[in-house]
């Protein structure tokens, strides 16, 4: 069984959550302050209507600020004044369409928002943990179909994974210039396509299927023999908060861990992931193949070896992929019928926690 977060740990420690408006920095922002954390989020305004961020916080927003990663000046402030302890790095601009229209601007977000967080980061006395996360998509991908390991070489066919590559190179930039020789531990998290309740996003499976759903359209699928190592929000923020907790304790010694799915686990294609996740909807699987159309070239096989965070944290995927799947399912049914956000989300929370896959 793999380990979970500590609330002991996480309980009162200072926090700066980047990207705490987006689908993965609310669910980390919500489970952060369930063990105890005071969490600062920094972040634009949610970019999706709805939103998980505002649909969990109808009541009241949670401390933090709107505003831009590249923006020095507001980062230094933030820092300042929240000196944090921890600094969780979600903030991006996500999406591998988006970069192929927006190419500068992506490297911009991606590249250089990294650099001013960590010139804010190494002004502030209090920080002592620094976690990026990047994206699995940071390997040179040969479409061999094998599953890359943190030692395999980085590159990027799109703008998107060339951005996080080279996010991952200023990193570790950083690290070796100014943080190791202060004892500041800085690393970067590769997580695997994730998928979750609450996701709203654009240009994204999970997300289109509920929206063709809601409007009684056709789903349109550009790459449905494309594979990806699917993983729930859960599992992959687990692994996040786990090497976090390592990297400040001084018990983490690597400086780059993978988060995906068993390599064991037979790769699951997204024409199969939609087909699940509509039937599980109570609709029937049917969508159209838009392949044929012209469009950015994606890659078609992707795969994760997360060996070396087994051997590390002891983390390992809790739910199968096909368990990402049926909670991901039940979490929109239950939106659907009018449960609220925070009650969906806090009870997956609890049941993830209390190893209830």
């Known amino acids: 069984m793999t380990r979970l977060p500590d609330p002991e740990f996480w309980a009162g420690k200072r926090v700066l959550l980047s990207g705490h408006t987006g689908f993965k920095g609310s669910w980390a922002g919500l489970w952060l302050r369930e063990m105890g954390a005071h969490v600062t989020g920094y972040a634009l305004a949610p970019a999706s209507q709805p939103s998980l961020y505002a649909l969990l916080h109808e009541d009241e927003l949670p401390e933090g600020q709107f505003g831009d990663i590249r923006d020095r000046e507001a980062l230094a402030e933030t820092l300042r004044t929240s000196e944090p302890e921890i600094v969780l790095h979600m903030a991006a601009q996500p999406l591998v369409r988006e970069s192929y229209a927006a190419p500068a601007e992506t490297f911009d977000v991606n590249v250089m928002g990294t650099v001013r967080l960590l010139e804010a980061a190494r002004a502030a006395p ?15 991908n040969d479409e061999s179909g094998r599953h890359f390991r943190e030692t395999d ?8 994974s060339g951005s996080k590559a080279a996010c991952e190179v200023a990193v570790a930039t950083w690290r070796s210039s100014y943080f190791n020789g202060r004892g500041i531990r800085v690393a970067t998290a590769r997580g695997g396509n994730v998928i979750g309740g609450g996701d709203f996003s654009t240009d994204r499976l999970v997300p289109d299927i509920v ?11 550009r790459s449905p023999l494309a594979t990806r190592p699917w993983q729930h929000v859960l599992d992959c923020l ?22 995906g799915p068993s390599p064991t686990e037979q790769p699951i294609a997204v024409r199969d992931v939609a087909n699940a996740i509509q039937a599980a909807m109570g609709l029937s699987p049917q969508w159209d193949d838009v392949s044929s159309l012209a469009q950015p070239r994606e890659m078609q096989t992707l795969g994760l070896d997360p060996a070396l965070a087994a051997e590390t944290l002891a983390w390992r995927a809790r739910l199968t992929q096909r368990q990402a799947i049926e ?31």
């Open 211 to 221: 929206r063709a759903a809601l409007s009684g359209e056709r789903l349109h699928i």
């Open 238 to 259: 687990n692994g996040y908060f786990l090497f976090a907790e390592s990297l400040y304790k001084g018990e983490a010694s690597v400086d780059a861990l993978n988060f």
């Open 327 to 357: 909670w991901t399912a039940h979490w929109y049914n239950g939106w659907r019928r009018g449960e609220t956000a925070r009650q969906l989300t806090l009870g997956q929370i609890a049941a993830f926690t209390k190893g209830r896959p």
């Open 126 to 140: 209090s920080v002592k943990t620094i976690l990026v996360v990047t994206t699995d998509k940071v390997y040179r």
């Open 153 to 160: 070489t980085l590159g990027g066919h799109d703008p998107y």
